[in-house]
């Protein structure tokens, strides 16, 4: 058994397993557009347009709390995958915590 990371850096870079072990892809969050929407709809409340104010700061604390939970399960993801062994035995991969010591 390896460490999963280690294996994965030793791998040429045309290797299949290279592709098939790779680290998950980090999410990266564009918090523009939240922040932009929840500045547009506290403008709309100050003229007076309540409903497509409110309609805003609700979309935009929406949109904030997705993006934080998808950059949540990324980190988690990559977590996993940098504590994680694989078995030059079988292609099993399996997090460090489940090891069985022989």
Partial sequence: ML???????SLP????AKR????????TAQ????????????????????AAGLVLLVCAAG?????SRQSS????ARALWERSLICLQCPATFPREDAVTA
Avoid: T
């Avoid at 557009?33 to 007076?48: E, K, Q, S």
């Avoid at 949109?63 to 993006?67: E, I």
């Fill in 3 to 9: 460490d999963l990371p280690e294996y994965w850096r």
């Fill in 13 to 16: 870079g045309e290797a299949e």
């Fill in 20 to 27: 098939r072990h790779a680290p998950p892809a980090a999410y």
């Fill in 31 to 50: 918090w523009l557009l939240p922040v932009g929407a929840a500045v547009l709809g506290v403008v709309l409340l100050g003229a007076g347009a309540m």
């Fill in 63 to 67: 949109l904030g709390l997705w993006m």
């Fill in 73 to 76: 399960i990324a980190e988690e």
